[in-house]
């Protein structure tokens, strides 16, 4: 079956007009009409519901079924361009989280260095939120991630890197009585990251679990700029210890019976990813970290 003839059906139920789709593909409205009836008399059945008004439609039970296989096939299709185009070019886009990627690139520089992955990496740079959902969609091949649970997406594979743990942080000029409780905190401003990081619901279940209510005077997406506020002592926050390794003016304060969830950091890739030799290699070195 013609790929186009999926595409252009996909288009169509959503925008369920012949004339726009056809504009959408810069096509005659013949050309869409031609690919419905090629799906039509190929599966035997019809799939979409002309309106009496307006040149529209809507799709039948069939045709709804068709859309869901259509979906699939289509998004299969992007992942085949985008991981032969990787072959093609010996290229690799990798996502890489800032908080994660400055704390583990410095410990693999060498070797990546040493086996010519410094100009083989396609750095792409966004938050673990995003950067998962551009690995689904095709748009990189394996990306460093954040998280506080192992993924259960059967379309995926990861290699758990390292197991850290969420910490509340203040300036190391700050001075705090021992055994402190949540309570002390009632009066502290909080500076925390931003929606794209997966610190702000880790923060907000924190927030439910131990019924505190935190004065949040700022947020960002920048987790240097967010150490440099703290360490001014401008006010107190949350994040991972993996930000603030070897982080000079900071110091962790420790509370009894704080439970908080895990943040793993892994290498995560598409399990039907071709996993060429310089594929391979790549995972290896920052699996050996």
């Given at each position: ?5 999926y595409g ?146 059967p379309e ?14 203040a300036s ?118």
């Amino acid at each position: 079956m013609n790929l186009n003839d999926y595409g252009y059906f996909q288009k169509l139920s959503e925008m369920k007009s012949f004339s726009e789709t056809a504009h959408h593909f810069n096509v005659s409205q013949p050309t869409i009409t031609y690919a419905l009836k090629r799906l039509e008399t190929e599966y035997d059945t019809k799939l979409v519901e002309r309106k009496s008004y307006a040149n529209s439609l809507s799709l039948t039970y069939a045709g709804e079924q068709l859309l869901k296989h259509v979906n699939k096939i289509l998004h299969e299709d992007s992942l085949v361009k985008a991981d032969l185009n990787r072959i093609k070019k010996k290229k690799i886009k990798m996502g890489l989280p800032p908080i994660i990627t400055n704390y583990l690139v410095p410990k693999v520089f060498d070797n990546l260095k040493k086996f010519d992955y410094l100009n083989r990496i396609v750095p792409v740079v966004d938050g673990s939120k995003e950067l998962l959902t551009k690995l689904k969609n095709g748009d990189i091949d394996l990306s460093l991630l954040g998280s506080t649970s192992l993924p259960e997406d059967p379309e995926l594979e990861y290699k758990v890197l390292d197991i850290h743990q969420f910490k509340i942080i203040a300036s190391s000029n700050r001075k705090f009585k021992n055994n402190l409780k949540l309570s002390d905190l009632i009066d502290e401003d909080f500076i925390i990251l931003d929606e794209k990081s997966v610190h702000q619901q880790v923060f907000n279940d924190f927030i439910d679990k131990y019924n505190v209510s935190p004065n949040i005077i700022f947020q960002t997406s920048d987790y240097k700029l967010l150490l440099k506020l703290v360490q001014e002592n401008k006010g107190i926050s949350f994040i991972t210890e993996t930000a603030i390794r070897d982080t000079s003016g900071i110091q962790e304060l420790k509370f009894d019976n704080l439970d908080l969830p895990p943040f793993y950091i892994m290498m995560i890739y598409r399990k039907n990813t071709v996993k060429s030799s310089i594929f391979q290699k790549l995972i290896s070195i920052f699996e050996n970290v």
